[in-house]
């Protein structure tokens, strides 16, 4: 079902920008919309016009009983891990970005939040939460944004509590 979720969410995304872009577009990070300016939703072919064509992670197949068959792939792009979903059926190039995953410190926002930033730029974050509520020098995560299942949200990772982020995900809220 969340993977239902996840496609109709690409399906109705548009182009439009968000808040908070980086200087560099190449290296920036947009709050719950992209990162290094590629955008939950972008088709491939326009990831790999941008920034090449990748190298495979994972591949898989997903969807059994009456839910469509869909390619899952994980591509890897300069430190920035790219999860596209398309139906089985589909050339590689019209799989959407599902995922938009990263561990390099390469990526910023405007503030600076980006991976080795300590607690307290996310605490500085307007709409940041835990799944225990307040985001506090004690979580091992926090999220931003999205929570309905067809909004972009935005999370942030730990090495360990009241540490520095450790890594950044965008993905569709669920």
Request: glycine content about 14%.
């Amino acid at each position: 079902m969340a993977l239902l979720t996840v496609l109709a969410a690409l399906a109705g995304l548009s182009s439009g920008a968000g808040a908070s872009r980086g200087s560099d577009p190449a290296t920036s990070i947009v709050l719950d919309y992209s990162i290094a300016g590629i955008a939950l939703g972008t088709s491939r072919a326009v990831v790999e016009h941008r920034l090449g064509r990748g190298a495979l992670v994972t591949t898989h197949l997903e969807g059994s009983g009456g839910e469509p068959r869909v390619r899952v792939e994980t591509r890897s792009y300069a430190g920035l891990l790219i999860t596209y979903v398309r139906p089985k059926d589909v050339t590689a190039t019209h799989g959407k970005v599902a995922t938009l995953d990263t561990r390099s410190s390469r990526y910023r926002t405007v503030g600076g939040l980006g991976v080795g930033s300590r607690w307290t730029v996310v605490l500085s974050l307007k709409g940041t939460i835990s799944s225990l509520g307040a985001c506090t020098a004690q979580t091992s995560e926090c999220q931003h944004g999205g929570s309905p299942a067809n909004r972009a949200r935005l999370t942030i990772f730990f090495q360990g509590a009241g540490q520095r982020v450790a890594r950044i995900v965008i993905t569709f809220g669920h």
